[in-house]
């Protein structure tokens, strides 16, 4: 791919072995780099450790991880590893609970990011010539400025649009012949269902390209929205810790998002041992910074769960691709020592237009051993009145539910109506183990 | 042919007498009934004479519910009453998947219930066996 050193090409380009060469030097830098942070310095004192201690990429293992809750106990500045007058910015992540988290960074931090997200666009297809307008909210959100930045750095014609006033958004996309949009993908329908109810067809408005992120979306709600509008979706993951967006994004294949691993270490770890998944395994992404000085970060733990895609990217970039995120560790449940998601049953239902959209994960213990049950409403709209129908679907359905989580699912079909209605992952799953771990 | 009443539920007490109260406080007289049960659920096969008031109303209570195509043959309710239908079936070589019976007028008429591949082909046996298939109730 033909990449221009402006958005970072000589990165884009590199081979694994360069890489992991770049790799080592990077973490070496960075870690001494976080040492100048008080936090890190405590931390790395309790622990022992020098940072001269770090030869290699792989002597990450050495380094403690850090969580959301560090970064909490080190708000305001506690993580700031450079002289306050050389940061130019920071945004902060909005804490469900108490306090924010804050993340700072100097020119050249913003610069990087602005690099990273360039490349992200790029690869996705956007060029200089592109008019892109961003959907997303500006402010201490990063999914504003961090994509304005990037969208700048590749010269494209930017429309910082912010979040919401869909008529005013669909006006600017007319008028000023938008061919990338950025949003979140309940926005992009929002947008594409208000124009159908107005006898409007979304395809016509010409948009090419959509950068879809910052919530949950499923595979066929990418088809739906590339069919609506005639553009191709690709997925995009970031997160404030480590900048926003920018983080990894998918190339043109739409297989996997590509993460820039000059900028950031990955590791996939076994939610529970905390050690490194086998290759191909999900498991909790961890993430270090290797080029921002302002704040550094060491074995983030995202709670995000995912893992990397086997093989090479037909695009050519050797940089890896991590899969659709499955869930977070907030979700995950342990099953007979298998980790379990809500969302991989939750992606089976779907499959299974029989069924009503509400169901309950129950988990009980017999004989020792743990028992999965699957309740699921029937829909009613599809019952036939044969018996024999329901049972084959059923059949069916706890075959493919087998073959997802490698246990036997005991399935209930039952009344639509008789479950809670769905609100949250958290109620959709009953654990009546009592006592497991 | 006739639609008989399908009934989706859960198998767990009171669930017969939820769906019989509902028909029953809707004055819609139960000619037959017949349980088929997969151990967790099962489904109603009901028949009345409304079968188009029966569905609305269940449906309403947030039943699911579906029409089924049965043929409903009148034979009469006799020793050997069902023979003559039997052998007509026989000769016409012709398979039934389910059925099931109820008495009209004890000791005069009587209904016999069956589903088959080809219900047209059940029909015309009777027919031509002199019974008669019945449209309505």
Redesign the interface.
Known sequence: MDVSDQIGGRFVRMSRDEIADFQGEALKHSVAQAAKSPWYAAKLKELGLDPRDIKSADNIIKLPFTTKEDLRLSYPAGMLAVEPEKIIRMHTSSGTTGKPTAIFHTREDVDCWAELMARCLYIAGARSHDVFQNMSGYGLFTGGLGLHYGAERLGMWVIPAGAGNTARQILLIRDFHVTVIHATPSYAMHIAERMVQDGEDPKRLGIKIAALGAEPYTEEMRVKLQELYGFKVFNSYGLSEMNGPGVAFECGEQRGMHIWEDAFLVEIVNPDTFEHARPGEVGELVLTTLRRDGMPIIRYRTRDLTRILDGVCPCGIAHARLDRMVGRTDDMLIIRGVNVFPSQIEEVLMRHTWLGGNYVIQLTMREALDQMTVKVEIAKSTFDGSIETIRTQRAELQKELREQVGFTVNVEIVEPGSLPASEGKARRVIDERGGHV | MYNEI?V???NKPGKLSHVTELLGNAGIDILALDI?D?G????FKILTAEPDRAKQVL?DA???????EVACIEIADQPGGLVKLAKALEDANLNLNEAYGCILERGKRALFIVKGENLEAIESAARSAGLMPLDSL
């Open positions: 399908r989706f539920v859960e088929a997969e967790q659920f099962g489904v449906s947030g039943m699911t519910v579906a029409f089924n």
